[in-house]
C-alpha cells in the first residue's frame, strides 16, 4: 500500500505541472523587477535633495525633476504589471514630492 500526503500540503505551483512552474518563474521575475526599480526610485528621489540648494541652476532642477518622473513613471508602470493598482503607499514610502507626480507621463522633446 502506498501513502500519498494531501494534496492541500502540495506547493500551489507543482499542481498543474509546467504551466505553473512558469507562472512562478514569471512572478518571480516580476517581483525581482519590481525591486530594481524601487531602488531607482529610491535614488532618484535622493538626488532631488540638492533642489533646496540656492547654488542649482533652473536647467539641473528641471532635469532632476524630469529623470525623477522617468524613473518614477516607470515603477508605477511596473507595479501595474505587478497587480498593485493603487500608488498611493508607494508615494508615501519613497517620499515622492507633488513636482514630481505633477511630470508622470509626459514626452519631452529630446535634445
Known amino acids: 500500500m502506498t501513502v500519498r500526503p ?10 498543474d ?9 514569471l512572478m518571480s521575475e516580476r517581483a525581482d523587477a519590481l525591486g530594481r526599480h524601487g531602488l531607482k526610485v529610491e535614488k532618484a528621489t535622493a538626488a532631488l535633495s540638492v533642489l533646496s540648494d540656492p547654488k542649482t541652476t533652473p536647467e ?10 522617468d524613473v518614477v513613471w516607470a515603477f508605477f508602470i511596473q507595479r501595474e504589471i505587478c497587480g498593485l493598482r493603487s500608488n498611493r503607499d508607494a508615494v508615501q514610502r519613497y517620499g515622492i514630492p507633488k513636482e514630481v507626480m505633477a511630470r508622470l507621463g509626459i514626452v519631452r522633446p529630446k535634445p
Open 6 to 15: 494531501p494534496q492541500s500540503l502540495s506547493p500551489p505551483f507543482t499542481k
Open 17 to 25: 505541472g509546467a504551466l505553473n512552474l512558469l507562472e512562478y518563474e
Open 60 to 69: 539641473r532642477r528641471e532635469q532632476l525633476l524630469d529623470d525623477a518622473a
